[in-house]
């Protein structure tokens, strides 16, 4: 997965007339979108300060496989999704950044292994949130930690994603999706 820095990630918001706040979270899909697998990154913008952290921004094989939706697994579209998500509990289980506003998915229903954007496009409140995958280790296959939700491997840096947002002292986060460019 390439790696992005400030400078550049910002250059490609403006590129895109997105807004570029103080505080916000960003997903970049890989082009190289390995099946089922955490091939993705995440960046927190916190003022000057940018982190990363390996995610997933598509759904597990499992998901794709076995629909939960009969229109087909959702896969989020790149795009901003200003002030969609706040705290709160993922399945209400445990701390996460839960979706309060409406976002765009691809409906992916061919049942195959790789999650594609394609399909018919959906809006609506679906719980795509930001979450953990293994709570006490890093995972290396997705399968059923993601039925479209932007996923961390790494409980660690997990932990501190929530904890920085925990800080901000924000109630809404804005999240954005990009494609690897």
């Not at 995610?55 to 795009?79: F, I, Q, R, S, Y």
């Not at 995972?139 to 491997?153: E, H, P, R, T, Y």
Request: some cysteine; charged content about 20%.
């Amino acid at each position: 997965m390439k790696q992005y820095s400030y400078k550049g990630l910002e250059a490609k918001f403006a590129e895109l007339g997105y807004q570029w706040p103080t505080f916000h979270l960003i997903g970049v899909r890989s082009a190289a979108n390995e099946k089922n697998k955490f091939d993705d990154t995440m960046y927190v913008v916190n003022n000057l300060i940018m982190t990363s952290a390996t995610c997933t921004t598509n759904p597990g094989t499992h998901w794709l496989k076995n629909l939960m939706n009969p229109k087909g697994c959702a896969v989020l579209k790149p795009g901003q999704y200003v002030d969609a998500y706040q705290l709160g509990l993922h399945q209400g289980k445990y701390k996460a950044l839960v979706q309060r506003k409406p976002v765009t998915v691809y409906r992916d229903g061919d049942k195959d292994d790789t999650a594609e954007e394609q399909g018919k496009e959906d809006t609506g409140l679906f719980g795509i949130n930001i979450h953990r995958a293994n709570p006490s280790a890093i995972s290396s296959i997705i399968d059923k930690w993601s039925a479209g939700c932007q996923v961390l491997n790494d409980p660690k840096q997990y932990a501190t994603l929530i904890t920085t947002c925990e800080n901000s002292a924000k109630s809404a986060f804005t999240y954005t999706l990009l494609r690897e460019f």
